[in-house]
């Protein structure tokens, strides 16, 4: 059986970057990682957290951040709605591509037919 990493990176230039979680876990659970990776990039710009698989299709599907090179804090996560198109694009082909996630999270079996319908 493959391991699957707690979450994905999904870079849509140079300083804008969608991170994907892949479970229902709580992004707070993953700051070091998150951080370490965004550090090994040297990343500065704004981040798109996509929790898709622990808040489902609702507002408070997509946070954001700026990151600046040193610290993810979290409390500078917010919820955004005002999401561009290619944030929430790039994210529905991830899990497109990914199904087998959608089985990780809190959707129940109407909410990923119909996300998967409205991909």
Known sequence: MRSIKDFSIIELSSNIIVIVLNNSLR????VQ??????NSKRFHGIVYF?????NGLNSKRFF???YLGE?????????STDIPEEVISKSNEYFFSH????DRGILTASAKQRFLYDC
């Open 99 to 102: 199904k087998d996630l959608l």
């Open 27 to 30: 992004v707070d659970n993953f």
């Open 50 to 54: 996509d929790l898709l698989l622990s």
């Open 33 to 38: 990682q998150i951080k370490d990776t965004l």
């Open 64 to 66: 954001m951040s700026q």
């Open 71 to 79: 610290q993810l804090d979290i409390t500078t996560i917010k919820r």
